[in-house]
């Protein structure tokens, strides 16, 4: 058997094996109580409303995948690139990103209930519970990517060769790409628009609490928490990983085949390529350990036992990563062994500095939150310039950590060490994905035991859990947008590999690339403006579906007899109905932006422009994106702080309270930042990288003389 077919069935059986954890979590968890009928009916109707959604949603993104398979399957007859290999690879890639969002979202309606009723017995059972629930995504998303791309590989290079095998991987890239920018917008839409239309009515105009049975709006709320937290993020994430790993191959297949080291005595070609998808694999084991540490014996304990988790993942992955390198990339290219381990290292050490930063800049307990807080006393206009102003800063020492990355990671190993630290980073993908899916459980719990009218005791521990969900669904966000931003600058160093060198053995030219030519500036001025377009449009798509909601709850306030007396029941079916509509028409525009913009430029104005439009794309793309998410949930833990009581200048600020209505205004223009169009700028930036190496070869057939 070959070193190849040894590393796929690693991967295989590391895949496998999250998948059979998943499974056997599931099946523990679904055995736990349900409470109360009135728990269960409330859980029922979350279930039901999410479900419909994702099924409304894919069977939408379908029609758009049939016809780019038929496109890349077609287009095999013109460029050696397209064909039924890469149209499988599309296939499967987006088939994979689905399956990732739909049983993440599946397993979290479960345990939301379940997580309310545990918290009878207090903080330490319902937070393992909770996060033993977070960690069936987290793994599934990790062995999904693990065994879809060993599956691919695997079959790819014994019916089409190595060569095939490599120029096909993009294609699954692109597929799992395409569905998670429709995953983000879609579920971002939904739940923010729900959120802000159940808070902008229910809180504001009614003066009733969150995730009161009153508000028409809130089952529609719950649902969002799932289709957009835990549905879009492990679509998100799982994308990112699996780009990451196909960027980190394909780099590694130009870079060691242009070194000469193309197998032959030393084989560094193939343990080039296998390096980081066995990382991705090795990471599968690290994970499911790191789980078992997770325990807070407090309310005040939980942020550290879920970060005791993640640190023993680190710290395990961290001594694996050395044993195996050592073992599998001696006399690999010009580098050594421990340039390769550096490397990696590099990229565990990034992940904890940006769990770090994005904490600092959204938890209640620092400095930045703070501020909002204090600016709210003094009205709504000064709070929406503090938020503003703390998202601006939050940019700066994630950007920095990045650079510093970049930088280490290279000198140990050139761009292939950029590479393999991107790798690093996203291996640690399996518990973030655990402890961002803890998130929406814990806050529909929270909302399950409102509006079951659960004792105080039981409330408090499912506020406790949420307060620190809200954070850690920030911290994901964060790492999302760090990973993608290094696995982008991977993308982009194989297409410059790609237009200099690829195609010489098609008969197409070789093509310049600087800075100093003017068509490469062009296509940065074009490629910085997309994701500003993008952010609009999906901004603007929040406010049209919220605005749906305001009215409709609204209506039922005015029309429906006894609701806020509690004698009449909301149409609570008409809210969700009216948003899933709302926000699937509303996310196909903003989707197609990152498609758009290089077939119009690229394909009129030539590669270089091309290739600007690229490196753009990721530099303002990290800013607006890690601005809008840090500073989202600045605004809503701002707004949580004032709830629990914020004292300053010696005076007590509580729910209901003038700094607390400012305090709401702000994180209702948060909540799309950091749920919609914050997020999605992710897979945006993903996509329109991909998207550009796809075409790469007709660009260059129809500008190459």
Known sequence: ???????????????????????????????????????????????????????????TVAIVGVVIFALILIGGIWVPQFGLLTACGFALGAFLSAL????????????????????????????????????????????????GISVFMLIGKHTSGLDGVINSLIGFAFGCSLISVFARLGGGIYTKAADVGADLVGKVEAGIPEDDPRNPAVIADQVGDNVGDCAGMAADVFETFAVTIIASILLAYSTFNK???????????????????????????????????????????????????????????????????????????????????????V?????????????????TEFS????????????????????????????????????????????????????????????????VIAVDSFGPITDNAGGIAEMSELPEDVRETTDALDAVGNTTKAVTKGYAIGSAALAAIVLFGEYSNLIQN???????????????????????FLGAMLPYIFASLAMKSVGKAAGDIVVEVRRQFKEIPGIMEGTGKPEYGKCVDIVTKSSLREMILPAFIPIAGPIVFGLTMGPQVLGGILLGTIISGLFVAISMTSGGAAWDNAKKLIEKGFEYNGQTYRKGSEAHKAAVTGDTVGDPYKDTAGPAINPMIKVVNIFTILIVPIVLLLWAH
């Open 100 to 147: 990732a969002g739909y049983l993440g979202m599946f397993n979290a309606v479960r345990a939301n209930i379940r997580t309310a009723q545990i918290a009878h017995k207090g903080v330490k059972p319902a937070l393992k519970f909770a996060f033993k629930g977070g960690s069936v995504t987290g793994l599934m998303v990790l062995g999904l990517g693990v065994l």
């Open 1 to 59: 058997m070959s070193l190849f077919d040894e590393a796929m069935i690693f991967g295989i059986i590391a895949g496998l094996i999250a998948v059979i954890y998943s499974i056997a979590v599931t099946v523990w968890a679904m055995k736990q109580d349900e409470g109360s009928d009135r728990m269960k009916q409330i859980a029922r109707a979350i279930q039901e409303g999410a479900t419909a959604f994702l099924n409304r949603q894919y069977r």
């Open 502 to 524: 690829g195609y010489v053995k098609a008969g197409i030219a070789k093509i310049s690339f600087s800075i100093h030519q003017p068509m490469v500036l062009i296509g940065l």
């Open 259 to 345: 070194a000469g080291l193309n197998g032959g005595g030393n084989g560094s070609l193939m343990h080039g390529i296998l390096y980081p998808l066995l990382l991705g694999g090795i990471a599968v084991f690290t994970s499911i350990i790191g789980v078992f540490f997770v325990s807070a014996p407090t309310k005040e304990k939980i942020m550290q036992g879920l970060y005791k988790g993640l640190f023993v993942t680190g710290i395990v992955s961290a001594v694996a990563y050395y044993i195996f390198t050592e073992a599998f990339m001696q006399h690999v290219g010009k580098y050594s062994t421990m340039d390769y381990y550096y490397s990696a290292l």
């Open 368 to 431: 930045p939150v703070k501020s909002i807080a204090e600016a709210s006393t003094t009205g709504h206009g000064t709070n929406i310039i503090a938020g503003l102003a703390v998202g601006q800063m939050s940019t700066a020492l994630p950007v920095i950590a990045i650079v510093f990355g970049i930088l280490l990671s290279y000198h140990f190993a050139g761009f292939y060490g950029v590479a393999v630290a991107a790798s690093s980073m996203l291996s640690m993908a399996g518990m």
């Open 347 to 363: 990229g565990l050490a990034l992940t904890g500095l940006i769990i770090v930063i994005t904490d600092y800049f959204t938890s």
